[in-house]
T-cell receptor, first 116, second 113 residues
Framework: NAGVTQTPKFQVLKTGQSMTLQCAQDMNHNSMYWYRQDPGMGLRLIYY???????DKGEVPNGYNVSRLNKREFSLRLESAAPSQTSVYFC???????????????FGEGSWLTVV | AQSVSQHNHHVILSEAASLELGCNYSYGGTVNLFWYVQYPGQHLQLLLK????DPLVKGIKGFEAEFIKSKFSFNLRKPSVQWSDTAEYFCAVNGDSNYQLIWGAGTKLIIKP
């Protein structure tokens, strides 16, 4: 079972470059998330999509945009990368879209992004 | 604002030692609580969760956690750790909107063989 798949796994960008992180889930989940993970800070929510056709800002949305392309796919775009965006990015999904009770969040394997 | 505190950022134990990782949260309403684990080089996996009922929750790999409402705590325990338990452990609680989780900063656990 593939679960949540995200690409690329590793990427090095120069400051100012743009890139898109792709995420797809095959569990027929309604809700999808993008998090970033930084040492000593746990996971911070960038954007989420409670259901197809909706997106909402999370805790740290600045510098990012998202697209919920369809029910399966949720992409994260960095328009002009900055060194502060060096991080590990995780895509996640859950059944949703109802409130969290009873839903487990499933994570992808992470994307390591370095901005130089 | 809601928050989750994991008091120990790094814990080093020997094999067969007992483990308790602390997790405290600030939220006055009904809570759903989670522990996730991230093994080196891998993605986060659910270890256990509490929604309601018995406050002592048993998870995978011999882990358990106890929800103590009066202390706003959800500590993770394991009676005898193994080298393979080396990982980072994250506590999380549902947020106001109930669509998101609020995460602790994580505890890196190193088990010495």
């Amino acid at each position: 079972n593939a679960g949540v798949t995200q690409t690329p796994k590793f990427q090095v960008l120069k400051t100012g470059q743009s890139m898109t992180l792709q995420c797809a889930q095959d569990m027929n989940h309604n809700s999808m998330y993008w998090y970033r993970q930084d040492p000593g800070m746990g996971l911070r929510l960038i954007y989420y999509s409670a259901s197809e056709g909706t997106t909402d800002k999370g805790e740290v949305p600045n510098g990012y945009n998202v697209s919920r392309l369809n029910k399966r796919e949720f992409s994260l775009r960095l328009e002009s990368a900055a060194p502060s965006q060096t991080s590990v990015y995780f895509c996640a999904s859950r059944r949703g879209p109802e409130p969290l009770s009873g839903n487990t969040i499933y994570f992808g394997e992470g994307s390591w992004l370095t901005v130089v | 604002a809601q928050s989750v505190s994991q008091h120990n950022h790094h814990v080093i134990l020997s094999e067969a030692a007992s483990l308790e990782l602390g997790c405290n949260y600030s939220y006055g309403g009904t809570v759903n609580l989670f522990w996730y684990v991230q093994y080196p080089g891998q993605h986060l996996q659910l270890l256990l969760k509490y929604f309601s009922g018995d406050p002592l929750v048993k998870g995978i790999k011999g882990f358990e956690a106890e929800f103590i409402k009066s202390k706003f705590s959800f500590n993770l325990r394991k009676p005898s750790v193994q080298w393979s338990d080396t990982a980072e452990y994250f506590c999380a609680v549902n947020g106001d909107s109930n669509y998101q989780l609020i995460w602790g900063a994580g505890t890196k656990l190193i088990i010495k063989p």
